[in-house]
């Protein structure tokens, strides 16, 4: 199967590019394949016999949707609307990529597919409107929400993720503040590039949740990250407001995956052990320390 995945050098694109591992993967980096403009991006595509497209591309830096709608509503909704009508036009598969941030948070359990979306922010209204286009104008697509990833590619490309940008604040002495009340489940790029892989076989085409299992709050993700790698700066857990961030979060944004446990795909480990993978990867921990024991005196909520 000829795939393109677009955004090939961002988090999720660089594990998808190396997990799907095969000749016919057609790599698109930005800004020379930018999907905002449409008839080149449609000449393009229709040049290389496609068989499926993977849109990792997003304007998804929250706080400057804010200050930016039409930025966010043009990579994030009518960019995705032009690729969706290029697929039905080339009769191709899309695989796009949604958030946990189309929900208010006001449930306090984690969220199924037909929950009901309702964002707080601009990012989320404008992934939200380009969910609904996918929907409306294709059959065959995988949409796929997910939460709080980081891969190895976050540290090397324009923004850093989570894990990493903690390690090196660190570095500093100085003590952090991290939010401590937002909900979450952090998930390793790696192993959702995975889950797309066993997916777009089965054709069984739809919404889907997929994120690693558990849930914590970014507080909770940051102090089990020092726990494994040994290390205690002082870290000072902040609410929402007093972190003064300009866009709103949901307060809890777990993510249940529902509909991939009902199609049998392989089920997503937990992300305490996600994140241990994460940093043995990257050399932060031995294979030898921090087995998953150590791991249990850090209670999941
Ligand atoms: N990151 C998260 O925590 C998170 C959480 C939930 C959902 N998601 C969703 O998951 C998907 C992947 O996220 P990610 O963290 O892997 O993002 P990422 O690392 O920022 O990767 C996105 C890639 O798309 C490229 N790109 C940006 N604008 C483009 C455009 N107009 N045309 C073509 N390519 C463009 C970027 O290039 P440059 O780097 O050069 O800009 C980058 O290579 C996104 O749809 C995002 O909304 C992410």
Not at 45 to 59: G, K, P, Q, V, W
Not at 162 to 182: G, H, M, N, W, Y
Not at 204 to 211: E, I, K, R
């Amino acid at each position: 199967m000829k795939i393109a995945v677009i955004g090939a050098d961002g988090q999720l694109g660089s594990d998808l590019v190396k997990i799907l591992n095969t000749d016919d993967i057609l790599p698109l980096f930005y800004p020379d394949f930018d999907i905002t403009k449409p008839e080149k991006t449609k000449n393009f595509l229709s040049r290389h016999s496609l068989e499926c497209i993977i849109n990792t591309a997003a304007f998804h830096r929250v706080d400057e949707c804010e200050e930016d709608p039409v930025s966010a509503f043009e990579v994030n909704t009518l960019a995705v609307r032009n690729l969706a009508l290029i697929c039905q036009e080339l009769n191709l598969v899309l695989v796009h990529f949604s958030t946990d941030y189309v929900f208010d948070g006001e449930k306090k359990t984690p969220y199924v597919e037909e929950d009901p979306p309702h964002p707080l922010n601009v990012y989320g209204v404008s992934k939200l409107a380009g969910e609904y286009f996918v929907r409306t104008l294709l059959k065959r697509f995988f949409l796929i929400r997910t939460c709080g990833l980081y891969g190895k590619a976050g540290c090397w490309g324009k923004g850093s993720n989570f894990v990493d940008t903690v390690l090196s604040l660190a570095e500093k002495d100085d003590p952090l503040r991290i939010v401590s009340d937002q909900t979450v489940t952090p998930t390793s790029t790696a192993e959702l590039a995975s889950g797309i892989k066993e997916l777009i076989p089965t054709e069984h085409y739809g919404l889907y949740h997929l994120t690693n299992e558990g849930q914590c709050t970014w507080f909770e993700f940051a102090e089990t990250i020092f726990s494994l790698v040994g290390k205690s700066p002082k870290l000072i857990p902040v609410d929402s407001v007093s972190y003064g961030a300009r866009a709103l979060r949901p307060s809890y944004s777990v993510l249940e995956n529902q509909n991939a446990k009902k199609v049998g795909l392989s089920e997503f480990s937990h992300w305490k052990d996600a994140l241990k993978q994460y940093l043995k990867t990257r050399r932060y921990l031995s294979d030898s320390n921090s087995e998953p024991e150590d791991l249990d005196s850090i209670e999941d909520e």
